[in-house]
């Protein structure tokens, strides 16, 4: 009897604990794939120009390999995309469109130094607050400075008016910024 309740007992924790498990689901919005390229584009003044970051370990670790200076004209307006990338295996897998979908519980901050910008993110997340993938740039004056490109993670706090510094950062990086004539 007493082998039969203890028998009882054990299979009763271990199928408690493995009820407890969380299963891996890739639209699981915790789960994260690194981020290890970025691209802006930039349409304005009369062209269309692109600009890289890659970090092939990702946020931390080595410094990134590339970071393109973002070069704008002073006294213009642009149109800005950014595209967040997975560089593994060989291949590119691009995670814009899963950050997009999970907009709720991301938003992408763009805080300038040294340099007048005035940033405007022109897209939403289903709950209509900003996102930050699509964004226009009103340069000021011609001047040399950085922007800090954060993309926050902020699963149930986000907010209308949220702080670059709400949440944990999937990536943070400065970016080089020159404005010409």
């Known amino acids: 009897m007493k082998q039969l309740f203890a028998f009882s007992f054990i299979f009763s924790i271990v199928a408690g604990l493995h009820s407890c498990q969380k299963a891996?689901?890739?639209?699981d919005e915790n789960e994260h794939e690194a981020i290890n390229k970025i691209?802006?584009?930039f349409t304005g003044a009369g062209t269309t120009a692109t600009f890289t970051i890659e970090d092939p370990d990702?946020?931390?670790g080595s410094p990134p390999t590339r970071i393109d200076t973002i070069r704008l004209k002073a006294g213009q307006t642009y149109t800005s995309a950014i595209a967040f990338k997975n560089l593994s295996g060989g291949t590119e897998r691009d995670l814009t469109s899963g950050i997009a979908a999970q907009g709720k519980a991301h938003e992408v901050f763009y805080v300038p130094t040294g340099v007048t910008l005035t940033i405007t993110k022109t897209d939403k997340d289903a709950n209509g607050y900003p996102l930050g993938l699509n964004s226009t740039w009103a340069v000021g004056a011609v001047g040399s400075g950085?922007?800090?490109l954060k993309l926050m993670h902020k699963s149930?706090?986000?907010?209308?008016?949220d702080a670059?510094?709400?949440g944990h950062s999937d990536i943070q990086i400065q970016v080089p910024v020159r404005i010409t004539n």
């Open 24 to 27: 891996s689901n890739p639209n």
């Open 164 to 166: 670059p510094t709400l």
């Open 39 to 41: 691209t802006m584009s």
């Open 146 to 148: 950085s922007i800090l």
């Open 156 to 161: 149930g706090i986000k907010g209308p008016n």
């Open 58 to 60: 990702g946020d931390g």
